[in-house]
């Protein structure tokens, strides 16, 4: 499998960089090859180089696979993006004080730092708006690769920026369109992203550790890894035969979607932000669903707390899942009945479960489930849910929940 040199499929030309934004943060890239050749068209797996050695695996498919999109879409992103150099450069508050709390001896946290109100003392999360917080485009392991690097990556022009990188493409195996009938729009790019390439994925990150991917902690890469290996894993990655598109099986696990790893929600989910389209498709490229990122989003700093918190004191066999409604879920397993769901309702939280009024109301009070008095629950009419209760989550704790959805739990047992 030979490599694609970006220069031969891309440009990039200097602009004026932001306001407030380093001065470096000056690049924008175009598609300039006309027509894009097909076999760089369609839904499949890449790997990007740097002088050679491997800094990111992803993913490529349209939001309802379309086989003429091409994968150019996404590499003219990532040369300028991941290197730092895009105009559009943006942080979550929690990457950005990693970086500027972080040893940097290249000088790119300092060049960020200048644009802050405090220098490299700004807690970012008490700096919004700022134009480096507009956003999630960079991480704290882009800037760690593009910190490595920043000698000559700081000041590179264009055309020898784009000769240092090369690309792999690996579509998916002919027929693959074939294999989505009975899907439509966005649930074949859905499918095609969770079934067939997220797996892929997933295998060849862990595998080959790249340096830009959000789910590798920094440090923890594998440093130098060639084309050529990386190549041959690409070629065979697939399986023989694909899943077919299968309702059921959309249902219950595509349309429901597991939670992220915490290092993509600290990436892309800022409390109190709105994602961009670009933000929420690099998101769900690397495994953050949109609806676990809008859900997220409307969540306050202690909702935010309060939801992470259940997230890691969930036990077998609740199993948390997200929708696109937005709200998260919790389930008895992976086939089995949604016993309750949150909600965002203006920095509160309405949360909603099969346990009857009665029962909810009549949970003990006391310090293990945060209660002084007894909750105030309500009748849900024409819902499969029986009951409602709206939740400060400054004060709620994860055990509450999970009494709730046990209770609700009982209720469906009976």
């Known amino acids: 499998m030979p490599p694609f040199a970006a220069q031969d499929l891309l440009s990039v030309r200097e602009v004026a960089a932001h306001p407030n934004k380093p001065s470096w943060a000056n690049l924008v890239a175009h598609i300039h090859v006309d027509p894009v050749p097909q076999d760089l068209c369609g839904p499949g797996l890449y790997a990007l180089f740097l002088d050679g050695a491997l800094f990111y695996i992803g993913l490529h498919v349209g939001a309802d696979a379309d086989p003429g999109l091409p994968v150019l879409e996404r590499w003219k992103l990532h040369v300028v993006g991941q290197t730092l150099r895009a105009k559009a450069i943006s942080f979550s508050p929690t990457p950005l004080n990693q970086v500027l709390r972080g040893p940097d001896a290249s000088g790119l946290a300092d060049d960020l730092a200048a644009c802050l109100p405090n220098g490299r003392d700004t807690d970012c999360h008490a700096a919004t708006p700022h134009p480096l917080l507009g956003g999630s485009h960079c991480t704290a392991q882009k800037a760690a690769f593009a910190s490595a690097h920043w000698d000559s990556l700081r000041s590179a022009a264009p055309d020898a920026l784009l000769a240092r990188i090369t690309c792999l493409f690996r579509p998916l195996p002919a027929g693959w369109d074939a294999l989505l009938d009975g899907a439509a729009g966005r649930e074949r790019g859905d499918w095609v992203r969770e ?79 709105v994602a961009d389209d670009h933000v929420a498709e690099l998101a769900e490229d690397e495994g953050l669903s949109r609806g676990e990122l809008a859900f997220r989003q409307r969540l306050s700093p202690a909702g935010s707390s309060l939801v992470d918190a259940l997230l890691d004191a969930c036990p077998a066999p609740f199993q948390p899942y997200f929708t696109n409604v937005p709200d998260l879920r919790i389930r008895l397993g992976e086939a089995g009945r949604t016993l309750m769901m949150l909600r965002t309702a203006r920095g509160q939280l309405h949360c909603f479960s099969k346990a009857d009024v009665a029962t909810v109301a009549a949970l003990k009070t006391g310090p293990d489930l945060g209660l002084e008095r007894g909750l105030a629950a309500e009748p849900v009419e024409n819902d499969p849910m029986r009951s409602r209760v709206t939740l400060d989550p400054a004060t709620a704790t994860p055990a509450l929940l999970l009494a709730i959805a046990q209770a609700a739990a009982e209720a469906v047992a009976d």
Do not use: K, S
Not at 199 to 216: D, G, K, M, Y
Not at 226 to 243: C, K, Y
């Open 195 to 273: 079934q067939w390439l997220r797996p892929a994925e997933t295998r060849l990150v862990e595998r080959f550790r790249p340096i830009c991917n959000a789910c590798i902690p920094i440090g923890t890469h594998h440093p130098r890894l060639d084309a050529g290996e990386v190549g041959a894993a690409l070629e065979t990655i697939f399986p023989a035969a694909l899943p077919p598109f299968d309702r059921a099986v959309y249902d219950a696990r595509v349309a429901r979607r597991r939670p992220a790893p915490r290092a993509l929600v600290e990436a892309y989910a800022a409390p109190g932000t």
